[in-house]
C-alpha cells in the first residue's frame, strides 16, 4: 500500500490519512452513525453507540496502551551492558539517529527547536556515542506538510554541539520519513565504509524502522551479510501490574494509544 502511494504521488496525505482512521475519528463517526439509526433500529444504534463510547474511554488510558503495544507489537529491549561494550570494539560501525519531528520556531529560544521525541534520540545516541566512541549520524529532513525551515539533521547538529558538546560525524537531511530514512542513510554510509549500524528510535518505532533498514540494506547492492544492523530502542518499557489510575482515561494514555495505532497501521500498509 504505501509503495501504491509513493507511486501516485501522493504519499504526502499519510498524516491526514492517518488522523481520518485512528481514533477517534471512527468511534465518533459510529456514534452519530449510531444517533442517525435511534428511530428505525434501537437496538443496533445503542449497541454502536456502547461500543463507541467504550472505545473512547479505553482508548484514552495507560492500560489499552500497554496492552496494545504488547499484542501489535514484536517487544523489544534495550541494549545490555555487554553489548554496549560489545560495540566499543566493533570496527566500521557508526550510530545512525532516526528524526522525531521538529519546531520551525521555539520562541523561548528564538530558534528552531527538535521535538520532544527527537530530543529524547539524540540524547541517548549521544550518550551511547561517548560510551562507545563510536560516530554519531543524525538522519531527518522536513517530514511530509512540513513546510521550509532548517532541516531535523541542521537542527540536531546545533543542538548536539551546542547543548550537549558532542558534535554529530554525519548528517542526513533530505529524508522525509522512515522509508526514507532508511534509504540515504544506508545509501550514505555504504560510500564510507561503514559495516555495521546501530539504529536510534524509540521502542515502538524499533519494528518500523528496522525492517526499513532491513530492505534498505537488501536493495542497495551490497553483498550480503556486509551490512549488519543493531537495534537500540528507548523506552522499551515491560508489561507492569496494573493499577486502577491506569483504566482511568489520561492525556499520556491517549498519546501512547495514537503512537502504538499508527506504528501498527504503517507497519500493516508498508510504511
Known amino acids: ?134 560516530p554519531v549520524m543524525y538522519s531527518g529532513g522536513i517530514g511530509h506538510g512540513g513546510g521550509g525551515g532548517p532541516t531535523e539533521a541542521e537542527i540536531a547538529a546545533r543542538v548536539a554541539e551546542r547543548d550537549f558538546g558532542r558534535p554529530l560525524r554525519w548528517q542526513e537531511a533530505e529524508s522525509r520519513d522512515t522509508r526514507e530514512n532508511a534509504l540515504r542513510s544506508v545509501a550514505f554510509l555504504r560510500t564510507q565504509g561503514i559495516e555495521r549500524i546501530v539504529v536510534v528510535t524509540h521502542a515502538y518505532h ?9 530492505r534498505a540494506v537488501q536493495t542497495s547492492g551490497a553483498p550480503p ?13 515491560p508489561s507492569s501490574r496494573r493499577r486502577l489510575i491506569d483504566y482511568l482515561p489520561t492525556r499520556v494514555g491517549n498519546y501512547d494509544t495514537q503512537l502504538v495505532l499508527h506504528e501498527w497501521l504503517a507497519l500493516l500498509i508498508g510504511a
Open 1 to 134: 500500500m504505501n509503495d501504491l502511494l509513493v507511486r501516485l504521488g501522493v504519499d504526502g496525505w499519510r498524516p491526514v490519512l492517518a488522523s481520518l482512521v485512528l481514533p477517534p475519528v471512527p468511534f465518533l463517526l459510529a456514534i452519530l452513525v449510531g444517533a442517525r439509526l435511534m428511530f428505525r433500529r434501537r437496538l443496533l444504534a445503542w449497541l454502536l453507540i456502547f461500543v463507541s463510547c467504550l472505545g473512547l474511554w479505553f482508548g484514552s488510558t495507560m492500560a489499552a496502551a500497554d496492552a496494545l503495544r504488547h499484542w501489535l507489537l514484536p517487544p523489544e529491549r534495550a541494549l545490555s551492558p555487554s553489548e554496549i561494550a560489545e560495540l566499543k570494539k566493533a570496527p566500521h560501525t557508526t550510530i545512525v539517529i532516526l528524526g522525531g519531528g521538529r519546531e520551525p520556531l521555539a520562541p523561548e529560544y528564538g530558534v528552531s527547536d527538535l521535538a520532544p521525541l527527537s530530543l529524547d534520540r539524540l540524547r541517548y545516541a549521544l550518550w551511547l556515542g561517548r560510551e562507545t566512541s563510536l
Open 206 to 214: 524499533m519494528p518500523r524502522a528496522m525492517r526499513n533498514f532491513e
Open 225 to 237: 551479510g556486509s551490512i549488519r544492523l543493531v537495534a537500540a530502542p528507548m523506552h522499551a518499557q
